[in-house]
Nanobody, 122 residues
Framework: QVQLVETGGGLVQVGGSLRLSCTAS????????VGWFRQAPGKEREFVAAITWSDGRILYPNSEKGRFTISRDNAKKTAYLQMNMVEFEDTAVYYC???????????????WGQGTQVTVSS
């Protein structure tokens, strides 16, 4: 079992920056990649970014505009999502997920955090 805890969400002004953290504990050696997803009210869950724990290979969606950057610190068992130039459309609950594949598909991630709310305001 892997437990994931997201932190860093909150209220941010449009155009501002925010960094989310996802700290893993438990059987972390059994997983291969960590991903970030988000879900806005009334919308489906959406892939944001993913990175492998071992060699740092990164996957972004094709729609990625270069505003978000994923990274990880293996010593801290923590993954980060740096969000820059945030837009109103970035308002959502952000989840991190841990699994055996570097993937943009949520069903390929076995473990999920509880989510952290990001709200972009004017």
């Amino acid at each position: 079992q892997v437990q994931l805890v997201e932190t860093g969400g909150g209220l941010v002004q449009v155009g501002g920056s925010l960094r989310l953290s996802c700290t893993a504990s438990g059987s972390t050696g059994s997983t291969y990649a960590v991903g970030w997803f988000r879900q806005a009210p009334g919308k489906e869950r959406e892939f944001v970014a993913a990175i492998t724990w071992s060699d740092g290979r990164i996957l972004y969606p094709n729609s990625e505009k270069g505003r978000f950057t994923i990274s990880r610190d293996n010593a801290k068992k923590t993954a980060y999502l740096q969000m820059n130039m945030v837009e109103f459309e970035d308002t959502a609950v952000y989840y991190c997920a841990d699994g055996g594949y570097l993937s943009n598909r949520d069903y390929e991630y076995a473990y999920w955090g509880q989510g952290t709310q990001v709200t972009v305001s004017s």
